[in-house]
């Protein structure tokens, strides 16, 4: 099946650094996402993209889903301790209720005061 | 609120034994999946379903079995539970299928 690669796979910041991770995949998705989880929960969606190039914003969060439809990118500025948890993306080949989001693997961000 | 709701939050089992994971939603929601995350491995989709009477096989749907009967409700059985289905399983709903609401997760140990 596909796969999503994402990296890095921790990272270890301290409050105020800007953060990056990526997602890559071995086929093209016409849809990207990005969800957090924090411990004991399930993911929560942050932000949604649909088209190549698309940049969008939510709050100090910003994505973009890549010009070759085989990456997305996510970028928070000025962390802060509430941004820890796991980031996933995640990606769906085409439209429709029965195409299937396939999930990466996380990265884990970890926040020092 | 409720929003999606999954019971037990914790389980242990004996291998060979059975037990059903309980999963409701009350969005009014057609599009329902189980999820099962394990340590570096991401979340990987188990069984979903677009609709109540129509389910369909995810990735790793071996051991599993799923029925929908009403909008709200999607159980997830395991028929003989393994030590390899040892993991956190997640429950999640949308409208669409992609912009998912998850549970907050069953956490299973099977010895």
């Known amino acids: 099946g596909q796969q999503l690669n994402q990296s890095p796979q921790s990272m270890f910041i301290q409050e105020g650094e800007d953060v990056s991770m990526n997602c890559t995949s071995s086929?093209?998705?016409?849809?990207w996402l990005w969800y957090k989880q924090e411990p004991g929960e399930g993911p929560v969606l942050l932000i949604a993209l649909y088209k190549a190039g698309e940049l969008t914003s939510n709050g100090r969060l910003t994505a973009q889903f890549g010009i070759t439809r085989k990456d997305s990118f996510l970028n928070i500025s000025a962390s802060i301790p509430s941004d820890v948890g796991i980031y996933f993306c995640?990606?769906?080949?085409?439209?429709?209720?029965?195409?299937?989001?396939?999930f990466g693997t996380g990265t884990r961000l970890q926040v020092t005061l | 609120n409720a929003g999606v709701t999954q019971t037990p939050k914790f389980q242990v089992l004996k291998t060979g034994q059975s037990m059903t994971l309980q999963c409701a939603q009350d969005m009014n929601h057609e599009y329902m999946s189980w999820y099962r995350q394990d340590p570096g491995m991401g979340l990987r989709l188990i069984h979903y379903s677009v609709g109540a009477g129509i389910t369909d096989q995810g990735e790793v749907p071996n051991g599993y079995n799923v029925s929908r009967s009403t909008t709200e409700d999607f159980p997830l059985r395991l028929l003989s539970a393994a030590p390899s289905q040892t993991s956190v399983y997640f429950c999640?709903?949308?409208?669409?299928?992609?912009?998912?609401?998850f549970g907050s997760g069953t956490q299973l140990s099977v010895l």
């Open positions: 995640a990606g769906r080949p085409d439209t429709g209720t029965a195409s299937k989001l396939t």
């Open positions: 999640a709903s949308s409208r669409g299928g992609e912009k998912l609401f």
């Open positions: 086929s093209i998705f016409n849809t």
